[in-house]
């Protein structure tokens, strides 16, 4: 029977630039994706007046709102992912003996 609570390799945690990197750099490419098709449909001056009519937004600020809109959403999106595949071992460690 194999013994699961023996040591076992663990690989080092990564630099925080490259997890920061590996979760910035796929959310900033989908959102820039999701930023041209969305508004190859969607006139941001028409969505200003259904929403906003009172703001005076211009459609370079829509463009640039909304882009950053859908970066947050999938910069959101990845880091989720990236805390779902953390590797287990170095979070469900074994209780200490009493």
Request: charged share 15%; aromatic share 18%.
């Amino acid at each position: 029977m194999p013994d699961y609570t023996a040591p076992r390799f663990d690989h080092p945690p990564r630099p925080l630039a490259q997890r920061l990197g590996a979760i910035l750099w796929p959310s900033f490419f989908s959102a820039a994706v999701m930023t041209m098709v969305f508004f190859a449909f969607v006139d941001p001056l028409a969505l200003r007046d259904m929403t906003f009519p009172d703001l005076p937004l211009t459609r370079t600020l829509g463009y640039s709102i909304a882009f950053f809109m859908f970066w947050l959403a999938t910069a959101a999106s990845s880091a989720f992912t990236w805390i779902l595949l953390r590797p287990a071992s170095r979070y469900n460690r074994p209780l200490p003996p009493e």
